[in-house]
């Protein structure tokens, strides 16, 4: 129950990351969501990657809409900055957060409801403008919070809890966030934290519009035979392209793989994206491809996951406008004002 605090103290020997922290540290209110959700397994793995990239938690601003999932920021990184917004609003507000202080480290955290439904404008402007931010679709197909009516993900020809039929087209976010220009587009599964983690970590370290649609069941309204974000449907169904292994610049490099299993991708600051190629010989640096795999394999009923599409070259909105190294906050009047001299000269080109 919210009122219940958590308990401060923990066990001394709880392992530290290099700043001394534990994973409590890390770690939000007691969750309020119904036992077995989805959304608390994301909420796990985005702590264990925050402790794992030794992140200052007063670094990170955590901004959210309305929706169970969009309630989760509560459950972790609780001494980091928060914003809760109004329904489908995140993404202008974390735009505007964003090009007043490009310091922070960025999560918008989502569900389908609230980006694919309602949001869905918003999410594209995010999108489009490259947005430098991790952007977690927290994907059960149904409107959690207000009781499992169907959302804009859920497949056409699956059945609500209570038989009801989706006629409707399900929308792709990831091929959607694709087709906007998104440089770092992932799917992964809340259940597969071994998959999930190091998905998020190299997000957080990439410069650019980042997203990872998770599929996260809803086990009140959304995990009955007939709908396709069922735990059991997506085990059984499920595709993954490659594996993720995310090297921080200031570890040393070890070799997991054989040559040419393997694909390095380096990010900005330095940090090294391994992906191991699963199957065939996926390139998760072709757009096309991905948007290609994604809707041959969603034919045949298949969610693909993994980390469909980087481009680590991309920049963000603020390398688009050219925006000045100092966060827009911390200008003072001295910087923002150039004096009358030079209004006069600019007014006097204008004659
Ligand atoms: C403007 C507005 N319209 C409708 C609602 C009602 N409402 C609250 S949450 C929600 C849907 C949430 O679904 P989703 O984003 O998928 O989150 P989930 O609960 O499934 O995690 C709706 C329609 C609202 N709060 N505000
Ligand atoms: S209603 Fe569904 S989405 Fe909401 S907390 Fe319960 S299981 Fe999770
Ligand atoms: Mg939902």
């Known amino acids: 129950m919210t009122y219940l605090a958590k308990p401060i103290l923990h066990h001394p020997t709880l392992p530290k990351n290099a700043l001394g922290y534990t994973r409590r540290d890390y770690e939000g209110k007691i969750s309020t969501l119904c036992a077995g959700c989805g959304h608390d397994s994301i909420s796990a793995a985005l702590i264990q990657a925050c402790w794992e990239l030794e992140i200052e938690p007063h670094r990170v601003a955590k901004l959210s809409g309305i929706g169970c999932s969009s309630k989760t920021p509560d459950y972790f990184l609780g001494n980091s900055h928060g914003f809760n917004t109004v329904h489908g609003r995140m993404p202008s507000v974390l735009t505007g957060a964003n090009l007043a202080n490009r310091d922070l480290i960025y999560l918008g955290v989502s569900g389908d409801g609230d980006s694919a439904s309602i949001g869905l404008g918003q999410f594209a402007h995010a999108m489009r403008r490259g947005v430098n931010m991790t952007y977690i679709v927290e994907n059960n197909g149904v409107y959690g919070l207000t009781k499992g009516q169907f959302s804009a993900t859920a497949d056409s ?3 609500s809890k209570k038989g009801a039929l989706n006629t409707d ?3 792709d976010l990831v091929s959607l966030a694709l087709q906007l220009g998104a440089s770092y587009v992932a799917r992964s599964f809340s259940g597969d934290k071994d998959q999930l983690v190091p998905l998020l970590k190299g997000a957080i370290s990439h410069r650019g519009a980042a997203l990872i649609d998770v599929i996260s069941p809803c086990v009140a309204f959304n995990n009955h035979a007939g709908s396709t974000k069922s735990y059991d449907h997506v085990r059984e169904h499920n595709e993954a392209v490659n594996r993720l292994d995310f090297m921080p610049a200031r570890r040393a490099l070890s070799a997991r793989y054989a040559p040419g299993e393997a694909i ?11 992906l191991c190629k699963l199957g065939d010989g996926y390139d998760p640096g072709d757009r096309l491809a991905a948007m290609n795999r994604i809707a041959r394999h969603g034919a045949r009923g298949e969610i693909v996951t993994g980390l469909l599409y980087v481009d680590s ?13 100092t966060p ?9 004002c150039p004096g009358s001299a030079a209004l006069a000269a600019i007014n006097a080109e204008l004659v």
């Open 264 to 274: 390095e991708v380096t990010q900005h600051d330095g940090s090294l994206l391994r």
């Open 157 to 159: 020809g699956s059945k």
């Open 169 to 171: 087209s399900a929308i």
């Open 328 to 336: 827009l906050n911390r200008l003072a009047e001295a910087d923002l």
């Open 313 to 325: 070259a991309a920049g963000d909105l603020h390398a688009h406008l050219k925006t000045v190294d």
